[in-house]
């Protein structure tokens, strides 16, 4: 077996808050609308507008954020996004407690949440490049991947249990302090970081917003797996409220088994984060994404035969497990092809653009999926978005489109 790579002290502190930062959200996994159901009754549309205009917003506020972000020292860019998500996060407890929490209020955490995530995540994307080696960056993306998954599966059980003992808003609490301390975390790394220097004229153009964008459509690859990403992200996101509405209102599931349902078949997270590198070694990059990113499209349909009882449960769970598996072997190679194919220069705003189109697409998604559920019911509309997901394998890219200077990667000994 290959041995554990190390990245050094400065990597660690950065997966450090990365990892609080993600356990504190895993804990308050779908939090939000949660509360949107627990507590305010909201129906379909409402629960599903909570998970679509919120992050719309949020994406439209990280459009002008995207070219201070590229031109700024990207570890304060993490450090004030952390604290901004802290103190908005911490709104929610105090509203709760004096009876004023609305709903309106949730939209407008939602979409600042979204805009700093965005720039947080074009931040660390850019702040990874810088510190860890060319032939580690699929190994720091494998790591981060594993803990994401890793952290879904301990948080939502918890976080459930913590529901029915302490109240819908005690996960969001956990959520908030999470950004601090990964705050914390952050302001441990030691090093001067080098304001970076802009490359044009004037980096605050009108034209600065849109860099990103050129540079994934001008290239053959990123265009192809830009496109792919934005519907399969969408359409699997898209059935997360359409879920709850089924899993808690109309089916009766108790929030636990809610939330053990999305946790248990993250262990396929980590099982599919670990195994990246070597499928790389072995099979190439394009299989991995022909292949693999197949996989991630053909298991969504099955969300639509949910029953009452341990039958559905055991549905959900099988479902997940599938598309979590070829989902975590797939993104860490994605993260790290697309930071090799981008400029240093270019790395904040195209990851804020992808970031952007992604959101939005799952914005945009979600809303039509709510609307869709409103008029035919949740199980219709999960039925409609397993059949268009199996149209996305039609968009991954050609061979030649992502082989050409594909970097080698050394033959993984068994």
């Given at each position: 077996m290959v041995g554990r790579t190390p990245l050094g002290r400065q990597f660690g502190w950065l997966w450090a808050a990365y990892a609080v930062s993600a356990y504190g959200s895993g804990l308050g996994f779908g939090a939000l609308p949660l509360i949107a159901v627990l507590a305010l009754h909201a129906g379909p549309a409402e629960v599903s507008a909570l998970s679509a205009v919120g992050p719309a917003v949020g994406a439209l506020i990280a459009v002008p954020l995207a070219p201070w972000v590229e031109f700024r020292r990207k570890r304060l860019v993490m450090i004030a996004t952390d604290l901004t998500r802290f103190a908005v996060m911490a709104t929610v407890p105090v509203a709760y407690a004096f009876g004023l929490l609305s709903f309106v209020q949730l939209l407008v955490i939602s979409a600042v949440v979204a805009a700093a995530k965005i720039a947080f995540n074009?931040?660390?994307?850019?702040?990874?490049?810088?510190?860890?080696?060319?032939?580690?960056?699929?190994?720091?993306?494998a790591r981060f991947e594993s803990t994401n998954w890793s952290s879904i599966a301990v948080?939502?059980?918890?976080?459930?249990?913590?529901?029915?003992?302490?109240?819908?808003?005690?996960?969001?609490?956990?959520?908030?302090?999470?950004?601090?301390?990964?705050?914390?975390?952050?302001?441990?790394?030691?090093?001067?970081?080098?304001?970076?220097?802009?490359?044009?004229?004037?980096?605050?153009?009108?034209?600065?917003?849109?860099?990103?964008?050129?540079?994934?459509?001008?290239?053959?690859?990123l265009r192809a797996l830009y496109l792919n990403q934005m519907l399969v992200a969408g359409l699997i996101m898209a059935t997360e409220p359409l879920l709850a509405v089924l899993l808690l209102r109309r089916l009766g599931f108790p929030p636990w088994q809610y939330g053990l349902a999305f946790a248990a078949p993250c262990v396929g997270g980590l099982i599919g984060s670990r195994l990246?590198?070597?499928?790389?070694?072995?099979?190439?990059?394009?299989?991995?994404?022909?292949?693999?990113?197949?996989l991630r499209a053909i298991w969504l349909i099955g969300l639509a035969f949910v029953r009452p009882g341990v039958v559905g449960l055991v549905t959900v769970i099988a479902v997940e497990l599938a598309i979590i598996v070829n989902m975590s072997l797939y993104t860490p190679v994605l993260a790290t092809y697309r930071l090799e194919h981008t400029p240093k220069?270019?790395?904040?705003?195209?990851?804020?653009?992808?970031?952007?189109?992604?959101?939005?697409?799952?914005?945009?998604?979600?809303?039509?999926?709510?609307?869709l559920a409103d008029v035919t019911g949740p199980r219709t509309a999960l039925m409609v978005a397993g059949l268009l997901i199996l149209t996305t394998p039609l968009?991954?890219?050609?061979?030649?489109?992502?082989?050409?200077?594909?970097?080698?990667?050394?033959?993984?000994?068994?």
């Amino acid at each position: 077996m290959v041995g554990r790579t190390p990245l050094g002290r400065q990597f660690g502190w950065l997966w450090a808050a990365y990892a609080v930062s993600a356990y504190g959200s895993g804990l308050g996994f779908g939090a939000l609308p949660l509360i949107a159901v627990l507590a305010l009754h909201a129906g379909p549309a409402e629960v599903s507008a909570l998970s679509a205009v919120g992050p719309a917003v949020g994406a439209l506020i990280a459009v002008p954020l995207a070219p201070w972000v590229e031109f700024r020292r990207k570890r304060l860019v993490m450090i004030a996004t952390d604290l901004t998500r802290f103190a908005v996060m911490a709104t929610v407890p105090v509203a709760y407690a004096f009876g004023l929490l609305s709903f309106v209020q949730l939209l407008v955490i939602s979409a600042v949440v979204a805009a700093a995530k965005i720039a947080f995540n074009a931040a660390s994307g850019a702040y990874l490049k810088a510190l860890v080696r060319p032939d580690d960056l699929l190994v720091a993306n494998a790591r981060f991947e594993s803990t994401n998954w890793s952290s879904i599966a301990v948080g939502p059980p918890l976080g459930g249990a913590a529901i029915g003992l302490f109240g819908p808003v005690i996960t969001v609490v956990v959520d908030a302090l999470s950004y601090l301390l990964s705050a914390l975390c952050l302001t441990a790394i030691r090093g001067r970081e080098e304001a970076p220097q802009p490359t044009d004229r004037s980096p605050a153009r009108a034209g600065a917003l849109l860099d990103g964008w050129r540079h994934i459509m001008g290239h053959p690859g990123l265009r192809a797996l830009y496109l792919n990403q934005m519907l399969v992200a969408g359409l699997i996101m898209a059935t997360e409220p359409l879920l709850a509405v089924l899993l808690l209102r109309r089916l009766g599931f108790p929030p636990w088994q809610y939330g053990l349902a999305f946790a248990a078949p993250c262990v396929g997270g980590l099982i599919g984060s670990r195994l990246a590198r070597r499928v790389v070694a072995r099979y190439g990059r394009h299989w991995v994404f022909r292949t693999v990113g197949t996989l991630r499209a053909i298991w969504l349909i099955g969300l639509a035969f949910v029953r009452p009882g341990v039958v559905g449960l055991v549905t959900v769970i099988a479902v997940e497990l599938a598309i979590i598996v070829n989902m975590s072997l797939y993104t860490p190679v994605l993260a790290t092809y697309r930071l090799e194919h981008t400029p240093k220069h270019l790395v904040a705003r195209t990851l804020s653009a992808w970031s952007i189109g992604q959101q939005a697409s799952i914005a945009v998604l979600t809303a039509l999926g709510g609307l869709l559920a409103d008029v035919t019911g949740p199980r219709t509309a999960l039925m409609v978005a397993g059949l268009l997901i199996l149209t996305t394998p039609l968009l991954l890219p050609r061979h030649d489109q992502t082989s050409q200077h594909e970097p080698e990667l050394p033959r993984s000994r068994s």
